[in-house]
């Protein structure tokens, strides 16, 4: 009977076993399969996470960057400055020659109002080193249309200039104060290189730089000449930077490009509003008219500033103040004791201080009469900081 067992049961138990553990097998894969794909997971989530195409940012933010035209040319310079100089002399740097372009840079809107955030170098003279105040200054937006950009303020210390447009159904984009930029992370790069048209360049934070008068944002995104005042996005289409400058031997891009972090934007906008921009009446130009004169000449107590041209389409060509007025007063109260151009300049600041938007009514002397004209004052003349911070 022993010898039964060891021979017949033994092995039939060996073999029902084989057999449930061979039926068994699809379900014990799928066990182990499980296993092995849930300890896999989190790197695929992880790859799945970097973007394959920063389409999506870059088209958040394109119609919010726009050219910026004048009549000017890029200085030369020698571009082989040591990273250990001064951020402002790296700032200070200007691009190579770009011959008879007349596109210096970029700008990006960064409020519905129609405020545009550009460089300040790009209004350097090439040939005196120092500002210049273009007569013309227009943006062209991305859909193609070109409209005049008013300069309001130019921070020199940040490379940072403020203007603004006045249209309708503009696209803007709000800078990002995000804190905690490392070096690694991923950046887009926006302008309009050589007057080709808005272009995007790809790249790495390489190097974050803070002194007392900048916040740069180094990287090895391609930024050319035209780049300058365009933005720089992080992946998910976040304004963290405007293109300032580039390190570069040759003049174009060799991978050491810098950009003013947004936390600049911030402080320019801010200084900006709560300064508030003085009155700007529109007179081109005018001279003293004295109270001598008018006597002579019209046989009336007349004095004031002779209105000798005005502004294109300024507040006071608008209201309908002309060539050969004589401005004798504002808001019912007459100037008086002009004697010197002195006089005259402090007597038109008078005006200017007055806050832009307001209404303010002129007196003008014309063909013998007083006339009353109410102007409403524009936005004043564009003035230089060292810094606004």
Avoid at 33 to 46: D, H, I, M, R
Avoid at 120 to 126: D, K, Q, R
Avoid at 135 to 145: H, K, S, V, W, Y
Wanted: aromatic share 8%; charged share 15%.
């Amino acid at each position: 009977m022993k010898k039964v067992i060891n021979y017949i049961f033994w092995p039939a138990l060996a073999g029902l076993i084989f057999a449930l553990v061979v039926m068994q097998l699809p379900r014990l894969s799928e066990f182990f399969l499980g296993v092995v794909l849930s300890s896999t997971e989190p790197a695929q989530e992880e790859r799945a996470s970097f973007p394959l195409s920063f389409n999506a940012a870059i088209t958040k933010v394109m119609p919010s960057v726009v050219t910026i035209n004048l009549q000017q040319m890029f200085a030369d310079s020698d571009s082989s400055q040591n990273i250990g100089d001064s951020l402002s002399g790296i700032l200070n740097q200007s691009f190579s020659s770009l011959s008879e372009n007349n596109s210096l840079g970029s700008g990006v809107i960064v409020s519905p109002d129609g405020y545009v955030v550009t460089s300040y170098h790009i209004f350097l003279s090439s040939d005196t080193g120092v500002i210049n105040f273009p007569e013309t200054i227009t943006a062209t937006l991305n859909d193609g249309r070109t409209v005049n950009a008013r300069p309001l303020l130019y921070d020199e210390n940040s490379d940072l200039a403020l203007l603004k447009i006045d249209t309708p159904n503009i696209s803007h984009i709000e800078p990002s104060n995000n804190p905690d930029l490392q070096i690694g992370d991923f950046v887009v790069a926006i302008g309009n290189p050589r007057n080709i048209g808005l272009s995007a360049s790809f790249g790495i934070i390489s190097g974050i730089h803070r002194s007392d008068d900048s916040y740069l944002i180094q990287t090895d995104a391609a930024i050319n000449p035209g780049y300058s005042g365009g933005a720089l996005i992080d992946s998910e289409g976040n304004l963290i930077g405007i293109n300032s400058n580039i390190l570069s031997e040759s003049g174009g891009s060799e991978g050491l490009g810098f950009a003013i972090h947004s936390s600049m934007i911030s402080l320019l906008l801010n200084y900006y509003f709560e300064s508030g921009p003085g009155g700007y009446l529109g007179v081109d130009a005018s001279e003293l008219f004295t109270r001598n004169e008018g006597i002579l000449l019209y046989g009336q107590n007349v004095e004031g500033a002779e209105v000798l041209s005005l502004v294109e389409d300024g507040p006071a060509e608008k209201a309908g103040i002309e060539v050969g007025d004589i401005i004798t007063g504002f808001n019912q109260k007459k100037f008086s004791s002009l004697t010197t151009e002195d006089d005259l300049f402090d007597a038109i600041a008078d005006i200017s201080n007055l806050g832009a938007g307001e209404v303010v009514e002129i007196e003008v002397f014309r063909n013998r009469n007083f006339l009353r004209i109410p102007v409403t004052l524009g936005v004043g003349e564009p003035f230089v900081l060292f810094s606004a911070q």
